[in-house]
């Protein structure tokens, strides 16, 4: 029972993480019903069930039979198999509380950052103020001040990456959402003794994560600019499910 619950929850949690997604970078409200993007009817209760709905439906709005985007199904899915997956892994305890902040985050700026090329001040915000709470119950308050210290160095490490990269490109190179999610990954992944090596790491993890969509992007679609906050929050939630194994590869070398 306690699976299907949080499967449940998970799908609900993934429904509202793309309505914020998709409404607030458009400076649109969050509240009031659902409505078709193509007849803009407002949806009926049972359309508006995470997962069945769109399976139900065939994938297609009631009202004008045109097709909803498949991004609706794979959020609220893959959001309900995350939620499951964290707590196989932590249990319920505050490791998996905080795994849960930081893969809802990821979720919005994936939706955020692919779609719109925006990371939002407010998940990043919300995030990093439930981190702290979540890390001051899990290691004090000596230490989380470590962890928000670790923060702010990762914080201006991107600053200066950004700096070299727009003297060497002659063009903005990182997006402020970048530099601010640096933060968020410091003050994570920013445990004692090594947590700023930790959080270097994480940006060199997520670099690796990104070449080969943008070999591929660069090659098909000659763009120039592409959305680096969905592998720097990807590398932050893969290196904290696998935190032990990234220490023992960093006291390794």
């Not at 985007?69 to 196989?88: A, D, K």
């Not at 925006?118 to 439930?130: A, E, F, G, K, R």
């Not at 601010?180 to 947590?195: D, E, N, Q, S």
Request: net charge positive; glycine share 8%; proline share 2%.
């Amino acid at each position: 029972m306690i699976y299907l619950l949080i499967l449940l929850i998970g799908a609900v949690m993934g429904s509202f993480y793309l309505c914020i997604g998709t409404r607030l970078p458009l400076k649109k409200s969050i509240l009031g019903r659902s409505e078709c993007d193509n007849c803009h009817e407002k949806l009926n209760w049972y359309e508006l069930i995470p997962i069945f709905s769109y399976l139900f439906l065939r994938g297609k709005c009631h009202h004008c039979h045109k097709k909803i985007s498949f991004e609706y199904f794979i959020i609220e899915l893959m959001t309900s198999l995350l939620f499951l997956v964290g707590y196989l892994h932590f249990g319920l305890n505050i490791q998996y509380y905080i795994y849960l902040v930081i893969v809802s985050c990821a979720i919005v700026i994936f939706i955020t950052d692919f779609k719109y090329m925006v990371i939002l001040d407010s998940t990043l915000i919300i995030s990093s103020v439930l981190i702290i709470i979540l890390k001051y119950f899990e290691i004090g308050f000596k230490n989380t001040l470590w962890a928000i210290l670790f923060g702010i160095c990762l914080f201006f490490t991107m600053y200066l990456i950004r700096l070299f990269g727009n003297f060497l490109f002659k063009r903005e190179s990182l997006g402020g959402g970048d530099i601010k999610l640096a933060f968020l990954i410091g003050l994570t992944i920013g445990y004692p003794i090594i947590g700023y090596e930790m959080g270097l790491i994480c940006l060199i993890f997520a670099a690796f994560l990104a070449l080969p969509y943008a070999i591929a992007v660069l090659y098909l679609n000659k763009k120039n600019e592409l959305p680096y906050g969905p592998f720097l929050i990807a590398s932050l939630v893969i290196m904290f499910v696998f935190y032990d194994k990234f220490y023992n590869l960093l006291v390794f070398f």
